[in-house]
């Protein structure tokens, strides 16, 4: 496994559904419950979508936590959770809610939203500790997942997002390679 690079688990872009970023939230929904869909009937793999700009070039991906993300678009304002609560300043988290009145009346407008918010309004570019590239080593990938809790990281090759790394199968991997050591060890 020490040998194995992202580009040996990665799913390329190209084998996910994609929805443009000019996409309203309402069509997101559509979208997501089409792919779940299809996911669950085994008609597809990926039940996550990629977002892809005018020029069809993808920026981003876009899954039901997105979506919710969406309805309440005082987010865009804040992202410093991840960073109070590494520190132990979790109480200012709690704090910037209140100021920011995150989760306030996120459903009182929820079919003007649906119908106004566009995705490019609410899903930000990948940040660097989501990003790898085809040559970098699952140790690497182990560190990112643990440590900032994604469910996917983004496949760069140059600038241009690749594929996903997704969570699921690294872990899989994992469970494979622990399963064969100890197999290994009872014969021993």
Known sequence: ?????????????????KIS??????????????????YMSGESEQRILMIEDEKGKVVG????????????????????????????????????????HLWENPFRDLCRKADEVRIKDFIKAPSEGQCVSLNDSLAKCLHLFVMNRHDALFV????????????????????????????????G
């Open 21 to 38: 970023r000019d996409a309203t939230l309402f069509e997101a929904l559509a979208a997501l419950e089409k792919a779940q869909g299809k």
């Open 61 to 100: 991906k876009l899954s039901p936590i997105d979506l919710l993300r969406g309805l309440e678009t005082n987010y865009n304002k804040v992202d410093m959770e991840n960073v109070l609560t590494r520190f132990g300043l979790s109480y200012m988290w709690k704090s910037m809610q209140k100021d920011y």
């Open 1 to 17: 496994m020490e040998k194995m690079k992202v580009q040996d688990l990665m799913i390329s872009a190209e084998r996910f559904p």
């Open 156 to 187: 760069l090759e140059g600038d241009d997002i690749v594929g996903l790394l997704r969570f699921s199968d690294v872990y899989r991997k994992v469970s494979e390679t622990m399963k064969e050591c100890g197999v290994e060890a009872a014969k």
